[in-house]
């Protein structure tokens, strides 16, 4: 039992020796406004938005036809020598047009997303690297997302001019 208490006395010097010697650097970035100040990102969300801007381009043409067609079959619907087989054809024609909004609204907005990560992905992966780069240049063991840091000290190092400065921005 006193070799025991021996070993844990001398294991607690040992390490507690060992951690004090050496310094923990630790830094902080805020990776959202490092990615807005990136070229790329601009590049990537611009070429998104014509993506949607097509998406919403053909949303509309279904809509319209939809409106179109509501019209008629209404217009059919009050008629007084209406037929009712034609009512119904329109009536099914009007449905048609609808569950066809529908599906492409869903598949546009899966289509949406999945460009999104198409694009934004390598922006990030090269924000990643070079906050990587950074960090291992600087000895930083943790590096923080500054927004999501409740306190970080003086000791902390800010890498966002670095992190900029390696990925060419100048802002």
């Known amino acids: 039992m006193r070799n025991f208490l021996k070993v844990i006395v001398f294991c607690s010097v040992f390490f507690t020796g060992s951690l004090s010697a050496q310094t923990l650097k630790f830094g902080h970035i805020e990776f ?11 590049a990537a969300k611009s070429a998104l938005e014509k993506v949607q801007a097509d998406l919403e381009s053909k949303l509309q043409t279904m809509q319209k036809e939809y409106s179109e067609k509501g019209k008629e079959y209404v217009a059919l619907a009050q008629a007084k020598d209406a037929n ?3 009512v119904k054809a329109k009536q099914d024609e009007v449905q048609s047009i609808q569950e066809r909004i529908q ?5 546009a907005q899966e289509s949406l997303q ?3 990560s198409k694009l934004f992905q390598p922006v990030i992966e090269k924000a990643r690297k070079a906050i990587s780069d950074v960090a291992k240049e600087q000895g930083l063991i ?6 999501q840091v409740l306190f970080h000290s003086e ?12 990925l060419g921005i100048v802002k």
Not at 32 to 42: G, K, Q
Not at 103 to 107: C, I, L, Y
Not at 142 to 147: I, Q, S, T
Request: charged content about 30%; cysteine-free.
């Open 32 to 42: 959202s406004a490092l990615l807005a100040a990136m070229p790329e990102r601009d």
């Open 84 to 86: 009712e087989a034609l």
């Open 103 to 107: 599906t492409f609204q869903q598949t």
């Open 114 to 116: 999945k460009e999104e």
């Open 142 to 147: 943790y590096v923080f997302e500054a927004n």
């Open 155 to 166: 000791q902390s190092m800010d890498l966002t001019s670095l992190v900029k400065s390696k």
